[in-house]
C-alpha cells in the first residue's frame, strides 16, 4: 500500500506496541470472537474532525482547479465532484494509543474500569493490510493536514499523467484519490487531543451489505461496525491475536480482575500483564 513520507505521515514502524483500551465486556468480547470492532466513523464522538478533514481536501483541490490546465484541471474538477459522496461513504476504525497507561484514556474508554490491550505494531499492520485497512497515526497539526491533501493530489496528477490513455483515466484517478484521503480524513484530530498520541487503523470505503458489517445495540443508538479478524496464527492450541500486554487500569479489586483476566486468556498467547500505576483514587 502506497506510503507518505514520515515527513508527514509520522509513521514509526519501530513502535514495539500500540494500546486499545477498552471496558471489561469489550476485552471479553474480544478474546472470544478473536475479533476487533471497527466502529462507523459517523457514529464515533469525533466524527465532525472527520467532516472538517474531507473540508480541507475540498478546499485544497478547488485551489488548484481554480489554478491548472488541461488534463490536471479535468482531474480536479472529477475529484470535486466525487468527494461530497466520499464524505458521506461508510468508513470503520479502531483507536490505539502509544501509552497503555493514560488516565484520561481510562476515563474515555475504561467506564468503571478497563484493560488496555497491548498489540504488537508488527501485527496490526498484518491484521489490517488482509482486510484493506491502514495503520495511520492521528494528524493533529492543521498545516500537515493541509500538506497531506497536497501530496495525494499531486501523486495524482502524476498517476494520470503516467496511464498510457490518461484522458480515459482521469475518473479512475479521481476515484483513488478520493479513497486515500477519505481513509486519511479519518486519522485528522483537533490539536486539543494531541497528548493522546493516537494511531487508527482505518478502512476504505466499505458497502453496507458486505458480511463483516455488524451493528451495536445501546439504549439511545444503533451503531454499524466491521468485524475485524484478529488472528494471526496459533501457539499450539492457544490463538494468536497480536497481544503482547495487557494492563489491567485503576481499580479497587486488583487481584480479582487479575485472576479473571488469566482466565480469559486460556485459549490466547500473550507475554506480559502489568497493572496501571494511575491511583484509584483519581479515577
Known sequence: MEQLPPRLSGFDPHKPMLFHYTTYPGFVGILNSRQLWATSVYHMNDSHEYVHGMGIAIRVVGKHHDTLEGRAKK???AILQYLPNFSEGNICTASFSENG???????????????????????????????????????????????????????????????????????????????????????FKHSGF???????????????????????????????????????GKDGDKFDIGIDEVVIGPTDHRSLIGKGVDVAFKNTVWKARTWSHTPYRTF
Open 75 to 77: 482531474l480536479a474538477f
Open 101 to 187: 497507561d493514560v488516565l484520561s484514556q481510562w476515563r474515555a474508554y475504561g467506564g468503571s474500569g478497563g484493560i488496555s490491550l497491548g498489540f504488537s505494531f508488527d501485527a496490526l499492520q498484518k491484521i489490517g493490510s488482509r482486510n484493506g485497512f491502514e495503520l495511520i497515526k492521528c494528524i493533529y497539526d492543521e498545516g500537515t493536514k493541509s500538506a497531506i491533501a497536497e501530496e495525494w493530489f499531486e501523486r495524482s496528477v502524476t498517476r494520470l499523467e503516467s496511464q498510457s490513455d490518461p484522458d480515459n483515466e482521469i475518473d479512475n484517478i479521481a476515484l483513488w484519490f478520493c479513497n486515500r484521503i477519505q481513509q486519511w480524513a479519518c486519522a
Open 194 to 232: 494531541r497528548e493522546e498520541n493516537e494511531w487508527r487503523i482505518i478502512s476504505r470505503f466499505l458497502p453496507y451489505d458486505r458480511p463483516e458489517m455488524h451493528v451495536r445495540a445501546t439504549n439511545r443508538m444503533l451503531t454499524p461496525y466491521f468485524a475485524l479478524p484478529l488472528e494471526v
